[in-house]
């Protein structure tokens, strides 16, 4: 079982920057890969970032890319989202996930075994 747990989300001025942080529950995080996704009302839920469970190679939508960084601290079982130069359009919920036991990520969200509660980034124009 891994219980997954956002935070950073706010309201920001377009332009501005967040950084989004996911907690970790279980001995599984190490082992994981892990996505970023995120869901505006009335719209699909969209992959936005993947990291590999050694860190080492990461991926993006097009819509993020050059501006959203993901990253991860294996020893504090979090994962993080650096969004910079941040877009009306980027306004959302914001969910971490774990593909618990795969070294890859996907970008369809199917393919993720756990899922955090989500956090909501409000960017004002």
């Known amino acids: 079982q891994v219980q997954l747990v956002e935070s950073g989300g706010r309201l920001v001025q377009a332009g501005g920057s967040l950084r989004l942080s996911c907690a970790a529950s279980g001995r599984t995080f190490s082992q994981s890969a892990m996505g970023w996704f995120r869901q505006a009302p009335g719209k699909e839920r969209e992959f936005i970032a993947g990291?590999?469970?050694?860190?080492?190679?990461?991926g993006y939508a097009d819509s993020v890319k050059g501006r959203f960084t993901i990253s991860r601290d294996n020893a504090k079982s979090t994962v993080f989202l650096q969004m910079n130069s941040l877009k009306p359009e980027d306004t959302a919920v914001y969910y971490c996930?774990?593909?618990?036991?795969?070294?890859?990520?996907?970008?369809?969200?199917?393919?993720?075994?756990?899922w955090g509660q989500g956090t909501q980034v409000t960017v004002s124009s």
């Open positions: 996930a774990a593909m618990t036991g795969s070294y890859y990520y996907t970008r369809v969200p199917g393919g993720y075994d756990y």
């Open positions: 990291i590999t469970w050694s860190g080492g190679i990461t």
